[in-house]
């Protein structure tokens, strides 16, 4: 069983940057993509960024790339997320995901099958 727990969500003017962390527990490296995934009020999960446990592999929305970056500590058994220059349309509750024994990342929630309780994020202008 694999466990995610987010943390580092808070409320930040727009322009600011903040650093979301999922730690993992119950191994999930093994064949792992690892996602973040974030839901505002009144609308569908979406995707944002993902990585691959082993390798470097990362995909990003389109709405993030250039201001986002997903980054994997083995070590550490953690997942980050760097947001920079956030807007107030980045507000949402963030989510991490995992989704083991796959060789690529989806962007589909659907695909993932561990996800931890959410950490908000709350932007404004």
């Known amino acids: 069983q694999v466990q995610l727990v987010e943390s580092g969500g808070r409320s930040v003017q727009a322009g600011n940057s903040l650093r979301l962390s999922c730690a993992a527990s119950?191994?999930?490296?093994?064949?792992?993509?690892m996602g973040w995934f974030r839901q505002a009020p009144e609308k569908e999960r979406e995707f944002v960024a993902s990585v691959m446990w082993l390798g470097y592999t990362t995909d990003y929305a389109d709405s993030v790339k250039g201001r986002f970056t997903i980054s994997r500590d083995n070590a550490k058994d953690t997942v980050y997320l760097q947001m920079n220059n956030l807007e107030p349309e980045d507000t949402a509750t963030y989510y991490c995901?995992?989704?083991?024994?796959?060789?690529?990342?989806?962007?589909?929630?659907?695909?993932?099958?561990?996800w931890g309780q959410g950490t908000q994020v709350t932007v404004s202008s």
């Open positions: 995901a995992a989704a083991v024994r796959v060789t690529t990342a989806s962007r589909l929630p659907s695909a993932y099958e561990f």
């Open positions: 119950g191994r999930p490296y093994t064949s792992a993509a």
